[in-house]
């Protein structure tokens, strides 16, 4: 592997990640949240974080004047919502990690420039799915067409045509299986985590089936450890709703390192 290749692919990697982190506030007017905070009727909030007390009695002195302009709760909109100054920062760097493992991974492949091009959409929503716990449907195709294309344009360059059957097949079965998940009592997979998985399954089938076996696995462990940290620190509960779609996304991307 050319060391250019990987050191531009690690800066074109921070910079979509940084751009992505700089939309963020504008994502989440874009693609404001549908899913509700469970109530908190026992204070658990208020118990564990001072700053939700303080946030409490803010809000009580402001009046209802506040509370007609944020909304029913009284609480900021996901467009207001003050956005950590290193969020950009970070987004970089994710970006640079994820860029330059992939191109350290396949190389100067063909099949490059589609798995790039499904890493940035992919930073794009894990941006949004962490600020409104949604996928868009136009953000998951533009995806999935970006990709799906590249992978097109990749087997004409190799004359390897049957692998895009392949990846197509690999779309189905991540489809049909998080179809599965998504309808099986208390499940907490929304569609849009169902229509990202068949995404991401396009590249992961591209690599074959032990690609895809991981990466229909590893989403659900990663996101497994995540929630048992989160609810370790008390920063959750065991009914808060989080978002799926970040686990999809870093599980697919380990399972092309790793595959």
């Known amino acids: 592997m050319s060391v250019g290749l990987a050191t531009a692919a690690t800066l074109l990697g921070a910079v979509v990640g940084a751009l992505a982190g700089r939309a963020a506030p504008a994502l989440t007017r874009r693609f404001p949240a549908t899913v509700r905070e469970p109530a908190d009727p026992d204070g658990y909030a208020a118990r564990h974080d001072p700053a939700a007390t303080r946030a409490g009695a803010d809000r009580s002195a402001e009046g209802h004047g506040r509370a007609a302009v944020d909304g029913p709760r009284g609480g900021p909109s996901g467009a207001d919502r003050a956005w950590p100054l290193g969020v950009s920062g970070a987004a970089g760097v994710i970006g640079a990690v994820v860029f330059g493992g992939l191109t350290a991974t396949l190389g100067p492949d063909p099949a490059l420039p589609a798995f790039l091009l499904m890493a940035?959409?992919?930073?794009?929503?894990?941006?949004?799915?962490?600020a409104c716990r949604r996928l868009p449907d136009p953000l998951v195709a533009a995806t999935a067409v970006a990709g799906g294309t590249g992978l097109v344009v990749a087997a004409l360059v190799a004359g390897t045509p049957g692998r895009l059957g392949a990846a197509l097949a690999g779309a189905a079965l991540s489809l049909a299986g998080y179809v599965a998940l998504a309808l099986l009592p208390g499940s907490r997979l929304g569609f849009g985590d169902v229509k990202?998985?068949?995404?991401?399954?396009?590249?992961?089938?591209?690599?074959?089936?032990?690609?895809?076996?991981?990466g229909?696995?590893?989403p659900h462990l990663l996101q497994g450890v995540v929630v048992l940290a989160l609810l370790a620190a008390r920063r959750v509960r065991r009914d808060t709703a989080l978002p799926f779609g970040p686990a999809i996304l870093a599980g697919a991307w380990l399972a092309v390192l790793l595959a």
């Open 216 to 218: 229909l696995l590893l």
């Open 120 to 130: 940035a959409g992919g930073l794009v929503l894990a941006v949004v799915d962490l």
């Open 196 to 214: 990202l998985a068949a995404a991401v399954g396009l590249p992961l089938g591209w690599l074959g089936w032990p690609a895809l076996g991981l």
